[in-house]
């Protein structure tokens, strides 16, 4: 009868272990605003989208770092002189007051 117990008493603990509610994980962290600088500075830097909005050096700074060519073809409405060859991945900036308005490619 003694080994009965033991053999029910360790089949209650380990019951009783199996039990245990496991914890809950971490909420994921919110994602930032789509137009916030966070948002920009995780998005892809490929993405001619994810500058506007930004300053003019900070847009500069990010493309150097992606090693992406870029040119600046409109400041306050006044349209720069640029060659007319096709780059696809060149960015071509739009700015207004010192910020990017407007971004194509080419």
């Known amino acids: 009868m003694g080994m009965m117990r033991t053999f029910l008493l360790a089949g209650a603990c380990l019951g009783l272990a199996a039990c245990k509610p ?6 994921a962290p919110e994602p930032p605003p ?3 600088p966070e948002a920009k500075a995780v998005a892809d830097p490929n993405e001619a989208k994810t ?3 930004m300053t003019l050096p900070e847009a500069q700074t990010r493309a150097d770092k992606a090693q992406i060519m870029w040119r600046v073809v409109e400041e306050d409405g006044v349209k720069k002189p640029v060659t007319m060859d096709h780059r696809p991945e ?7 007051k010192g910020k ?3 971004v194509t490619k080419g």
């Open 22 to 27: 496991e914890p809950k994980p971490a909420p």
């Open 34 to 36: 789509a137009n916030s």
């Open 51 to 53: 500058y506007v909005g």
């Open 90 to 96: 060149r960015l071509n900036f739009a700015v207004e």
């Open 100 to 102: 990017v308005i407007r």
